[in-house]
Structures are given as C-alpha cells and as structure tokens.
C-alpha cells in the first residue's frame, strides 16, 4: 500500500494473461481431440493430433501476448516508481488540523467500548426448574361401563417451589474440636535449696529487719526532734510578730485619732473664719489663723509621713515572715524526703542479698 488516496497497482493484471498463453504453449503441442463418431463406431484409440500450423499460430499468438506483456509490466513499473517518490516538501508549512467532532466522538465511543470489554463480566446463574411429578396413571375402566359415569379429574398436585440447579446443600455447623493442652519445651528443675542455705537465709532476713526497725526507730526520733525544734521557732516568731502587729496597730490608732482631732480645728478654724465680719480687724486677725492653718497643715503632713513609713515597715516584716515559712517548709520536705530514702534503702539491700545468695 501506498500513501492514502493514490491509486493501487497491482502485477496481476499483466502477469494473469501471459501465464495462460504459456500454459496453452506448453500443453498445445500435445492435444487429446475427442474421438470423432467413425472412430467409435470402429472401436479405434485416440491418436496424437501434431499440427505444425496450428503450433505455429499459437506461438506466433503467444509471442505477441508476451510482447504486450512486457510493455505493460515497464509502463506499471515506471509508474510504479513515479507514485513511490516522495512528493516535493510544501513551500509553506501547514499547520495540523486540530480534530473535528466527528472524530472526537469516534475515539470517545472506542474507548467507552474497550473499557466495556474489559469490565469483569457478571456470572449469570442459570435456574432451571424441574418438571413436575408425573400424574398417576388413571385407573382401569372395564368394558361393561356405562357412559354415563364420567372419569373422575385428577387432584392438582401442589406447586413446589423451584430448585436451584446451583445451590449448595445446607452446611452443618463445624464440629468443635478438644483443645490439646500443649506442654512446654523446656520445663526448669526445681531449685535445689538445702537446710543450711534455708537457716542462713532466715537469719539474714531477721538480721536485716532488726537493722531496718532501728533505723526507722532513729529517722522517726530525728523527725520528732525537727518537727519539735521548727514548731516552737515558728511559734516564738509568730508571737514576736504579733508583737509587733500590736504595737503597729496602736500606733495606727493614735494616728487616725490626731487625724480626727486635726479635722475638727480645722472646721472650727473654717467656721470661724467664715463667722468674722469685722473689716477693721480684718488684718490684726488675719495673721492669727494664717499661723494655725500652716501648723496644722505642717502636722498633719507628719502624720502621714510617719504612717507610710509605718506601712513600709510591715510590708517588709510580712514579706519576710513569709519567706522564713517558705524555707522551712522546704526543710520539712527535704528531711521527709531523707526519711523515706533511709527507710526504703535497708529493704532493697534485703532483696538483693537474698537474690545473690
């Protein structure tokens, strides 16, 4: 096959005719003519008809078929050749042709139908019901029977349910097995523990537990003692600092009584001031509560220095109230901490002792 829409060409149109002229060329020369009506009359056999002119004819014929033939296998080949060169390159490049619809929908359709064909396919499970049983027979009638007695119907027999060619038979419940009770490979001796490995044992177990209640003993006598000794520091600073909070609160008092007393002048200082009328003595008077204003104000201004620096003070004995509670308690949990380590630790000794001997 050539490129699409050029003409296709074949040899046989040449070859197919010549190849008979040869065939008749070969076989021609010795020709079987059916017996003509005389020869059979006389019973004669078929004879060998050689003709030279007739030979001659068909080879003059022959040849000039071969001629043609020649002629017409050059101008195919040449033709041949001339549709087998390449056509000339285009002069301008043409763009390809995006698809149409057409073809779209073609490669759209192919692939629909690959995917179909390689889908699993469904088993269908045929169901072929089964005849129904045969009718019993009806019984014998005698010959003597009158017409008159009719044949009694048959009983329709009951429908049955269709059977499944393929259904399997109903399974039964596996039957559970007894479960063998596997020994294990390798079973370990018994420990072989004479009586004096035994007695030396026991005496240092009871040699340890006599060690660990004296140590328990001894850490319960040293916590005591703290305890005893941290209670009454706490309790001799918490009453120094009660003290103290007293005195602090009396002071407290006498200040917010100067405070009141100082309010009072000076509403009476107001009062008075606001009830003098007189011009004249105006400025003999006016130096006189000048001069109680400025010391009651100048008081008053040590009163409140003084009650900061008091507050100050128990800020300061509070906070450091609280950081001695602090230290101790970290003392306490420390010692706690001690304890519990001095008493777990003749325990663990026990234990490895007995897992070494």
């Known amino acids: 096959m050539l490129n699409s829409g050029e003409a296709v060409i074949s040899l046989c149109e040449f070859s197919a005719y010549p190849l008979l002229k040869t065939l ?21 056999p078929e004879k060998e008809v ?10 003059k014929e022959i040849s000039s078929t071969l001629d043609k033939a020649d002629h017409f296998i050059r101008s195919g080949e040449k033709l041949m050749t001339e549709q087998i060169r390449p056509p000339p390159p285009p002069k301008f490049p043409l763009k390809p042709k995006p698809p149409s619809k057409h073809q779209l929908l073609m490669e759209q359709i192919k692939a629909s139908i690959e995917a179909d064909k390689l889908k ?4 269908i499970k045929a169901r072929v019901s089964l005849l129904p049983p045969p009718r019993p027979p009806p019984p014998p009638q005698n010959e003597n029977t009158t017409d ?46 004479t009586r004096s490995h035994a007695d030396a044992v026991q005496r240092l177990k009871e040699r340890y537990e006599q060690q660990l209640a004296e140590k328990t003993k001894e850490n319960e006598r040293a916590l005591e003692d703290e305890r005893s000794r941290h209670e009454a520091e706490l309790d001799a600073m918490s009453r120094r ?33 606001a009830n003098d009328s007189d011009q004249r003595n105006q400025a003999s008077f006016v130096k006189h509560p000048k ?24 800020t300061k004995e509070i906070n450091s109230l609280q950081t ?32 070494g001997d």
């Open 324 to 355: 001695a509670l602090e230290f101790k308690s970290s003392e306490m949990k420390e010692l706690r901490q001690k304890y519990q380590q001095n008493v777990g630790a003749p325990e663990r000794r026990i234990e490895a002792s007995t897992t």
């Open 50 to 59: 050689h003709s030279s002119r007739r030979s001659r004819r068909m080879e």
């Open 291 to 314: 001069s109680i204003l400025c010391d009651i104000l100048s008081v008053h201004q040590e009163v409140n220095v003084k009650r900061d620096k008091f507050l100050r003070m128990l």
């Open 148 to 193: 008159e007695k009719m044949l009694e119907t048959p009983k329709r027999v009951p429908k049955q349910p269709l059977k499944t060619v393929n259904a399997s038979p109903p399974k039964q419940p596996p039957v559970e097995r007894p479960k063998k009770e596997r020994k294990p490979l390798y079973v370990p001796p018994p420990p072989k523990v």
């Open 120 to 123: 699993p396919k469904k088993e």
């Open 241 to 273: 600092h009660q003290k103290v909070v007293i005195s602090m609160d009396e002071k407290i008092a006498e200040g917010e009584k100067l405070i009141e007393q100082l309010t009072a002048d000076k509403k009476a200082l107001q009062t008075a001031l």
């Open 24 to 44: 008749d060329l070969d076989f021609g020369r010795f020709l079987k003519l059916p017996s003509t009506p005389s020869a059979k009359e006389g019973g004669h």
